[in-house]
């Protein structure tokens, strides 16, 4: 999944074009900057390359996602419908802009449960936030159906899936809106900052907005722009769009690899009696950042994880225990533990939901792994990982169900 693994001379280029001017900022100096633009080069390649009407680009992900939702009027009591498996990021975004999460069921896509969903809809369901987690999708056809019968508004994070797609589409693209993150860890990095795309240019115009304090971005002098709206400050500098804009030309040798490696090792796998794999609704279009797979019980999934650890097998995530990504150990949603005080309505919505019961994503997540794909294995070595593997695995399974 991590571009970084691959940074190199283009990446370096482009950041000493930016170096040359000095001109370390998006807006303005238009003479200082000598036709460097990076920030706006790097929105129009993401157009090309995702097939997306407009590109935002902006500070973080996190940024990408409060941004959409405030383009799109999400704000005061909007419910958001969200997995209970996410990166925590997207319920951050939900709250910042005085939204309430509403968390449900995952199935065994490892996303969004369709019929979960449906049955969290309530009057106050202003949208639906598909998460398209480790490089996967999610049932995109599903949720624009009841988004569509229930006039929701559909916003895809798409920050882990950054080049996946969904029967032909870019993943991010499919939505009222899609974020991408480039943080160090994404595919794509430029060490911090995310995307908007909507195909929506009322919606693009907001965010671009939205991200520059309001700023219209009509005139030729920033002094006198005029603020239509409210907004933050949530740009990127030049010195990152640079390194992103190097990295998101890398795009196709960067998948080519991540998929190579993917198939190896999920080829060797596939053999090991007892394992079954994440569905992927469009298999054509997984970006293979990940390999998530399922024991058949809980006891050998954590057998298993300490095995692979202890053979110094690393980047197996069991995403059950993590504290980032699954909502059992969001002690901080469940208590109420906020440094600045809520709305006590909020408040009280916000513990309603997060406190709710997640039988059925506890007993998929309590028995998945999650394997991720470098960018820097050659085919032997994501062999020799694969065979290794394979062995640790069928050994738990096979001394699980042997009987003594
Ligand atoms: C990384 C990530 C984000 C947030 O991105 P940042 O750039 O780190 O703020 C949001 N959602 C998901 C699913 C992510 O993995």
């Known amino acids: 999944m991590p571009g970084y693994e691959l940074f190199g001379a ?37 157009c090309n390359t995702f097939g997306a009407g407009y ?36 319920f951050e975004a939900v709250l910042s802009v005085g939204a ?28 639906i936030m598909p998460v398209h987690m480790c490089g996967g999708m999610a049932q995109l056809d599903e949720l624009k159906a ?23 589409k870019h993943l991010g693209t499919i939505g009222d809106a899609g974020t991408f993150s480039f943080d160090f860890v994404k595919l794509i990095t430029c060490a911090e900052g995310g995307a908007v795309l909507t195909n929506n240019e009322e919606v693009y115009a907001k965010c671009d907005q939205y991200t520059d304090h309001g700023h219209d971005h009509k005139g030729k002098d920033r002094g006198a722009d005029l603020h239509p709206f409210l907004g933050y400050n949530y740009r990127i500098s030049e010195l990152h769009a640079a390194v992103g ?46 390999l998530s797979f399922f024991l058949p019980t809980e006891e050998m999934t954590r057998d298993a994880v300490a095995e692979l650890q202890a053979a110094g097998i690393g980047g197996n995530f069991y995403w059950y225990d993590n504290n980032w990504h699954y909502i059992r150990k969001w002690q901080h949603l469940q208590s109420g533990s906020w440094m600045n ?16 019961a997640f039988a059925q994503s506890d007993a998929i997540m309590s028995r998945c792994i999650s394997s991720l794909t470098s960018l820097l294995w050659d085919e032997a070595q994501a062999q020799e990982r694969a065979g290794k593997m394979a062995a640790i695995l069928t050994r738990v399974i ?3 169900t042997t009987p003594a």
């Open 146 to 168: 009841i988004a569509a019968k229930h006039n929701l508004l559909l916003i895809e994070d798409a920050c882990q899936a950054i080049g996946g797609t969904y029967h032909g």
């Open 100 to 127: 309430i999460p509403v968390p449900v069921d995952i199935d065994d896509t490892i996303t969004l449960d369709p019929k979960a969903v449906e049955a969290a809809i309530t009057s106050r369901t202003r949208a």
């Open 398 to 400: 096979t001394a699980a």
């Open 341 to 356: 005080r809520l709305f006590d309505e909020q408040k009280k919505q916000i513990l309603h939901y997060s406190n709710q």
């Open 245 to 290: 804009l190097a990295q998101v030309r890398r795009l196709g040798e960067f998948l080519t690899l991540q998929k190579r490696n993917h198939s190896i090792i999920y080829n060797t796998l596939k053999t090991v009696d007892g394992l079954t794999f994440r569905r992927i609704p469009d298999p054509a279009g997984d970006t293979g950042s990940f």
């Open 10 to 46: 283009q990446e370096r280029k482009e950041v000493n074009d930016v170096l040359e001017t000095g001109i370390l900022m998006r807006y303005g100096f238009d003479g200082a900057r000598n036709g460097v633009w990076k920030a706006k080069e790097l929105e129009q390649e993401i």
């Open 55 to 90: 590109t935002q680009l902006v500070s973080s992900g996190t940024a990408a996602l409060t941004t959409a939702m405030a383009a799109l009027g999400i704000g005061a009591g909007d419910e958001v419908i969200m997995p209970a498996f996410t990166f925590v990021a997207s």
